[in-house]
T-cell receptor, first 111, second 117 residues
Framework: DAKTTQPNSMESNEEEPVHLPCNHS???????IHWYRQLPSQGPEYVIH???SNVNNRMASLAIAEDRKSSTLILHRATLRDAAVYYC????????????FGSGTRLSIRP | GAVVSQHPSWVICKSGTSVKIECRSL??????MFWYRQFPKQSLMLMAT?????????EQGVEKDKFLINHASLTLSTLTVTSAHPEDSSFYIC?????????????FGSGTQLSVL
């Protein structure tokens, strides 16, 4: 299974942008890059996903490197409610593929 | 958006008893469901993958006779922790997907906190 590497923790100020990096140097051509986040005592929730092009939605933006070996989740204006663990996951093409979580990045927001 | 309902949200049981956790996809048919467990301050660990109408595939080190998974319909999967012991205390999370396309997002239950006394 292709692996992802993320910093263990990051801290940011409220109302400032946050850039969460993810390295996935062994990504294959058909792997989609997914981001999920987990608030305390809850199940993960979907944030965004992409293949090659940068993606935007109401929650965040996803910037994918040209060689696809890394990506960055961008929260444009962090709020206290964005404090969570953010997981970067690769979705392999195979229908039998397992969904494996890495260690994620614990994001703290300073008021 | 699609919703996965997980029940109960928390359960306390005595050592040696069995506990059943339900995972339902409320507005879509889940061809595949995943079961995870999570210890405090750690990531989610995949326990097993279940496809509707077939036996679950367990990850290495997960005892299939202890963690019974049933996926009898396209909207319901259950995880039964049999003869629970204190070391089984954990946060259990289910996840569902509607199809097999890799660009589909996953939907997660809200989790079940199991405490075994």
């Amino acid at each position: 299974d292709a692996k992802t590497t993320q910093p263990n923790s990051m801290e940011s100020n409220e109302e400032e942008p946050v850039h969460l990096p993810c390295n996935h140097s062994t990504i294959s051509g058909t792997d989609y890059i997914h981001w999920y986040r987990q608030l305390p005592s809850q199940g993960p929730e979907y944030v965004i996903h992409g293949l090659t092009s940068n993606v935007n939605n109401r929650m965040a933006s996803l910037a994918i490197a040209e060689d696809r070996k890394s990506s960055t989740l961008i929260l444009h204006r962090a709020t206290l409610r964005d404090a969570a663990v953010y997981y970067c996951i690769l979705r392999p093409y195979s229908s039998a593929s397992k969904i494996i979580f890495g260690s994620g990045t614990r994001l703290s927001i300073r008021p | 958006g699609a919703v996965v309902s997980q029940h109960p949200s928390w359960v306390i049981c005595k050592s040696g008893t069995s506990v059943k956790i339900e995972c339902r996809s409320l507005d879509f048919q889940a061809t595949t469901m995943f079961w995870y467990r999570q210890f405090p301050k750690q990531s989610l660990m995949l326990m097993a993958t279940s496809n509707e109408g077939s036996k679950a595939t367990y990850e290495q080190g997960v005892e299939k006779d202890k963690f019974l998974i049933n996926h009898a319909s396209l909207t319901l999967s259950t995880l039964t922790v049999t003869s629970a012991h204190p070391e089984d205390s954990s946060f259990y999370i289910c996840s569902a997907r509607a199809g097999i396309a890799t660009n589909e997002k996953l939907f997660f239950g809200s989790g079940t906190q199991l405490s075994v006394l």
